[in-house]
């Protein structure tokens, strides 16, 4: 028998009180006679005015992707392979993105969303994660659920990388594990807090996850299926419990009860087809508030018997919870004014620079800490004050015959100086593919020459910068700094 999917996504109220329209999306598709299951979900920035548009276009350009791949049901692909998988997979999402910016008028990041993607067989699973969410399994060896990636979190809150962000290949975790996955979830970060464990190194909490499982298993068809799943995103319970969107696809291999498992397993998979012959209610789903429930009949229980324990613990757990509340407050407070004073910090020189990913030229080293995009990140973590207090913001050699790009955006009007020292050098600026300025600097002498060539860039605009030596013996140097902002 196949792999089963199903899937669900609903509004947080959070965004039905503001009137904003559901940012995560959801899809999956099954191949080679649905011996294969691919799938991807998505979640728009909530910062993102137009990440609902995003976060479609990032799901359904993934499966159209991978459904264009040639899949083998029993051979896995290797790391590498899955690395130019995905990371091939990324810069056509990001190409759809760019495209659909620029005929709508608006900038990139205003459709900025984070992607979890993956397929699998019943002999291998390949994955990736951009940005927070999860993608827990089970496999056919092990009673436990497994989560693939930790949730990628910013230094605050709801910060995350997005498919727009300009280390998006950097950042994005990658897996490829010949195992037999028999349970998949993937899902947006809605549903974080009410299935890991944060204190336990995001564990994921079977009691959770195991009536899902259930619920796949079950003989109800799949229509009804469907319409629980749904119901039970949209329940009051769990919108109690998060004000987020939500998107969930759940994926079983049919075939699960067929296998020879440990004993632990074939246990599991038996309590499994007991409990799906019986009509639950969509409160097991979410069986800690069910468990809650039972504990306060017991409570109602014991208070009729005289039992005043319950009662006497009242008001420590209360004490103990308002400790905990002012505690996550003071930190709270703590990381705001952190982030309030670094965005200060950021405002007065706010410019990004990074190598260029794409580029068939060769890399060349650059000061430390600018492997990653923002300017503030130099060892220091303030910049050096040389020739005249002009702030550098990167300096480097390139090799003899070489040449380094740079990827180059800013929200406002720059001119940047480009400092050289050696024999030739040509300073070359493009936007797209259209050359905006192009400067070569040679010394038919052989002498290193001292020279400087000013650029200027403009906001909400994208940029390469190339920089040749022209000298196929000598190394060439440059440093290129913020010369002022217009």
């Not at 503030?376 to 390139?398: E, F, H, M, W």
């Amino acid at each position: 028998m196949p792999w089963l999917a199903i899937k669900a996504r609903a509004i947080g109220s959070k965004h039905v009180a503001g009137g904003i329209p559901c940012q995560d999306n959801v899809a999956y598709e099954t191949l080679l006679k649905d011996e294969v299951v691919i799938g991807a979900v998505s979640d728009g920035a909530g910062s993102a005015p137009h990440s609902h548009v995003g976060s479609d276009i990032a799901v359904r350009v993934a499966l159209e992707y991978l459904k264009s791949q040639q899949w083998n049901c029993r051979e896995a692909l290797t790391k590498d392979q899955a690395k130019k998988l995905f990371q091939n997979l990324l810069r056509i999402v990001l190409l759809k993105l760019d495209s659909q910016a620029k005929s709508s008028g608006f900038p990139l990041h205003d459709l900025a969303c984070t992607l979890l993607v993956f397929a699998a067989s019943p002999q291998w699973l390949v994955a990736m994660q951009l940005g927070d969410g999860l993608i827990v399994v089970r496999m056919r060896s092990s009673n436990n659920y497994k989560l693939l990636f930790l949730p990628d979190k910013g230094e605050y809150i709801n910060e995350t990388s997005f498919v727009t962000s300009l280390d998006a290949l950097d950042r994005v975790k990658i897996c490829s594990e010949a195992i037999s996955p028999l349970f998949i979830c993937a899902a947006t970060d809605g549903i974080e807090n009410i299935s890991l464990f944060k204190q336990d190194d995001w564990q994921p909490s079977s009691k959770f996850f195991r009536p899902l499982e259930t619920h796949l298993y079950s003989i109800k068809s799949y229509l009804q299926k469907q319409q629980e799943l749904d119901d039970f995103l949209n329940s009051d319970r769990l919108n109690d419990a998060t004000d987020d969107d939500k998107a969930l696809l759940l994926c079983s291999y049919e075939n699960a009860l067929n296998h020879n498992f440990t004993p632990a397993h074939i246990e599991l998979e038996q309590q499994v087809a007991e409990t799906s012959q019986v009509q639950h209610e969509h409160s097991d789903f979410f069986p800690r508030y069910s468990q809650k429930a039972s504990r306060e009949s017991q409570v109602k229980i014991q208070r009729k018997k005289g039992n005043n324990k319950p009662l006497a613990a009242a008001p420590v757990k209360l004490f103990l919870l308002t400790c905990l509340l002012l505690l996550v407050g003071f930190i709270t407070a703590h990381k705001l004014l952190d982030y309030r004073a670094n965005r200060k910090q950021q405002a007065q020189d706010d410019l990004w620079l990074q190598p260029f990913q794409n580029s068939t030229t060769s890399q060349r080293s650059i000061t430390s800490g600018l492997d990653i995009c923002n300017i503030k990140n130099l060892s220091t973590g303030q910049y050096s004050q040389i020739d005249g207090g002009r702030p550098v913001i990167c300096a480097g050699t390139i090799e003899a015959g070489g040449s380094v790009e740079y990827f180059l955006t800013t929200r406002q009007k720059q001119n940047l100086t480009i400092d050289l020292q050696g024999t030739g050098i040509k300073v070359t600026l493009k936007e797209g593919e259209e050359i905006l300025s192009s400067s070569t600097v040679i010394n038919k002498s052989q002498q290193n020459i001292n020279n400087s060539v000013i650029i200027s860039l403009f906001p909400n605009k994208q940029y390469i910068l190339k920089l040749t030596s022209l000298d196929q013996n000598s190394k060439q140097n440059y440093r290129i700094s913020n010369f002022s902002a217009l």
